[in-house]
Nanobody, 122 residues
Framework: QVQLVESGGGLVQAGGSLRLSCVASGRTFRNYAMGWFPQAPGKEREFLSGISWSGDSTYYADSVKGRFTISRVNALNTVYLHMNSLKPEDTANYYC???????????????WGQGTQVTASS
């Protein structure tokens, strides 16, 4: 019974930056690993980045290593995705989700937020 709300997306020029937020409620946030899943038009939702419940361990897809940073503040029930040097291929609707472990896409339940749209224009 976890509710997730994403925010922070927008339209930016290629090379720009955004910070996405995912706020969780309904269960003890601290006990869940969390991940970010972008979905581009006509494509399946993909596992982009994850973070352990403590924040000590993180995972990044090769496409965003060195550009994106995932973090969390458990006191605020929030996971962040800092996105730098945005590219047009980053354009997608970004969703967050609980994870069984930070480095895999599997979840305890099929619970998604509403998503937040990121558009990086060339």
């Amino acid at each position: 019974q976890v509710q997730l709300v994403e925010s922070g997306g927008g339209l930016v020029q290629a090379g720009g930056s955004l910070r996405l937020s995912c706020v969780a409620s309904g269960r003890t946030f601290r006990n869940y690993a969390m991940g970010w899943f972008p979905q581009a038009p006509g494509k399946e939702r993909e596992f982009l980045s994850g973070i352990s419940w403590s924040g000590d361990s993180t995972y990044y897809a090769d496409s965003v290593k060195g550009r994106f940073t995932i973090s969390r503040v458990n006191a605020l029930n929030t996971v962040y995705l800092h996105m730098n040097s945005l590219k047009p291929e980053d354009t997608a609707n970004y969703y967050c989700r609980t994870l069984r472990t930070y480095d895999r896409s599997a979840s305890f339940s099929d619970t998604w937020g509403q998503g937040t749209q990121v558009t990086a224009s060339s």
